[in-house]
């Protein structure tokens, strides 16, 4: 029986069309050049925004999008949402810098399929590409185990206990966070994640109130601080 993830080889009757979404021009070509040497994968198309992707995918059939989380004016996850409920048959693979075991969770509960650290890239793209592309969720070793361990460990009654304060932070509210650490006031994150400046206010307090914080300080220093954010 062959194996799923060995290269499909020059002979490869179906050619699997990817989106690629990276707001680094750099970052993009780099994973083109990855994909493009795979005879049955075509990554035929690149967005460094979320109305660029978007544009891209009714423009052109797109069967895998390759997306990542640190977009510069939203959320990736924000698109792979979108993506579920516009684009149902796209399969979405995050390649991110972000730490899996805070994110990858949250990525799947969006409609993700996969998530790759981008330092693994090089190596293991083609293999997660050909993964999710065949209907199976790829995840680290790593990360697969602790996610089996924890179900197992846990009661049916009782949820499993998060792994730490940040995890016990909304998706919204753990993308407020991420802006604050990039500098952003409140006014130019309430425009950036096209909401309120009530809401992001509201978020703002609702941080502080899970991570135990008191103050702005307190709560800007966490968001410069946290290495899982990055």
């Known amino acids: 029986m062959p194996d ?68 510069a004016e939203r959320s990736g996850m924000d698109l ?8 149902p048959a796209v399969r979405c693979l995050v390649l991110s810098m972000h730490d899996e075991r805070l994110h990858a969770e949250r990525a799947l509960r969006a409609g993700a399929r996969g998530y790759l650290m981008k330092h693994e890239a090089t190596r293991k793209i083609v293999t997660a590409l050909r993964c999710v592309r065949d209907g199976r969720i790829y995840l680290s070793d790593e990360l697969a185990i602790q996610l089996l361990e924890r179900l197992a460990a846990a009661p049916a009654s009782e949820p499993a206990l998060p792994a730490s304060p940040l995890a016990t932070l909304s998706d919204r509210e753990l993308e407020v966070l991420r802006l604050i650490g990039r500098g952003l006031r409140t006014g130019e994150i309430a425009r950036a994640l096209n909401r309120s400046v009530h809401t992001v206010e509201a978020h703002r307090a609702n941080i502080k ?8 300080g307190e709560l800007a220093q966490a968001a410069f601080s946290s290495a899982a954010l990055r």
Do not use: M, N, Y
């Open 80 to 87: 792979i949402r979108l993506i579920w409920e516009r684009h």
């Open 209 to 216: 109130r899970k991570l135990g914080l008191k103050t702005a």
């Open 4 to 71: 799923p993830f060995v290269s499909a080889g020059p002979g490869a009757d179906v050619v699997t069309r990817v989106l690629i979404v990276d707001d680094h021009p750099i970052l993009r070509h780099g994973i083109a050049q990855l994909v493009q040497r795979e005879p049955d994968l075509d990554p035929c198309a690149e967005a460094g925004t979320i109305d660029e992707a978007l544009a891209a995918l009714a423009r052109q059939p797109i069967d895998l999008a390759i997306v990542d989380l640190s977009l």
